[in-house]
């Protein structure tokens, strides 16, 4: 896994099959994205079967053939389409094709998980809501910053309990290191879709998520190109402000600043204020002990601090899989997924309209 490189961070954990082999079969389709390792990773340890690996660059695809050398190589996407055993395709395209390829593979009969963010337009979401009313498939997002991060999901577990009581605010912090080898479509703002519909994506539905709110209204958004004038259409930073349906409050920033000297490619934050106390997670990097995925607890009963690396697991990924058999919705709604979405690209549309 690597560390230092946000694009390619790639969480392996504990295999946890909910599945026997051969029992939950799956493809990957498009590349662009390092996450699609993550994703697929989160898979298999769940016990799903790779089958197949489609990308038309020939570079990309056998970069994925080393990492899994078990997949076939699939000479077209209509060769995964056609595939009867096929139960679920994965892709991690460029954010304003990934609503194309998620009509394809529901059109097949097949279940689409597909990364952050998972379209980039409101044309593209009601084009893929109406896709799955009319199939029955799922759409499903890669939401790594809160699925693929044992804090995060450990954090989620105490917000269940009670720990801090209601959470009635949420402050994230999304930094990313930019990296010298980012492909041309991350600096084209009609291909990346805008930096708050990117990875203000994953702010946004962690808002959602541990508030327990089923929409949200955009109260203020911006986003700025502070240091890359070589390419005008780059967001370099941004931050928006919500509301949720029960009064709730989140804020939170999104840049592309991490510097160099920080070990790994972000200090990602979140802290969630409850009526009984409050949690703060330090998802990559707690700096004062260096350790990654770390929880704070304050509440009436005290201070704590959980480092719960290797402890928790990623249970979403076998949840997944079970609702793709089961057609249940236990690991996220589709409404969640979809709402989170139309939430980033609103917040997007407002800071364009400032500029």
Known sequence: ???????????????????????????????????????????IEAGATLKWVWD??????????????????????????????????AGAGVPSQRCALGLKVMAANKDY????APLTTLDQLADARAMVKKTGRKYAVYYSERLHVE?????????????????IQTMGTGPHREGKNRPA????????GGL??????????????FTGNTDARIIASQTRNVAHPQYPEFEDY??????????ARGFFRCDWFTPDGLPTWGDGRLTLLGTQGYIEIR???????????????????????????GKVGFPWFGQFILDCLNRSENAMTQAHAFKAAELCIKAQMLANAAH
Request: charge should be negative; glycine fraction near 8%; hydrophobic fraction near 40%.
């Open 283 to 309: 998802k990559y990097i707690d700096l004062t002990h260096d350790e990654q995925d770390v929880v704070y607890l304050v509440n009436q009963d005290g201070v704590f601090r959980y480092p719960v690396a």
């Open 196 to 209: 708050l519909c990117d990875i203000g994506s994953h702010q946004i539905e962690q808002f959602l998520f």
């Open 238 to 247: 941004g931050d928006a402000l919500l509301c949720g349906e029960n009064g």
């Open 113 to 116: 998980f597909v990364d952050k």
């Open 1 to 43: 896994m690597n560390h230092t490189d946000g694009m390619n961070y790639a969480p392996k954990g504990k295999p946890h099959p909910v599945v026997k082999p051969g029992e939950f079969i799956f493809a990957a389709a498009a590349l662009d994205h390092g996450h699609i390792y993550g994703m697929c990773n989160g898979l």
């Open 185 to 192: 479509w991350f600096y084209r703002h009609r291909e990346f």
């Open 151 to 167: 804090s995060a999901v450990f954090a989620g577990q105490l917000v269940e309990q009670g720990a801090i009581g209601q959470v």
């Open 56 to 89: 038309p660059d020939p570079l990309k695809r056998d970069a994925f053939i080393r990492q899994y050398p078990q997949v076939q190589i699939a000479d077209s996407l209509e060769i995964i389409l056609a595939d009867s055993q096929v139960r679920l395709v």
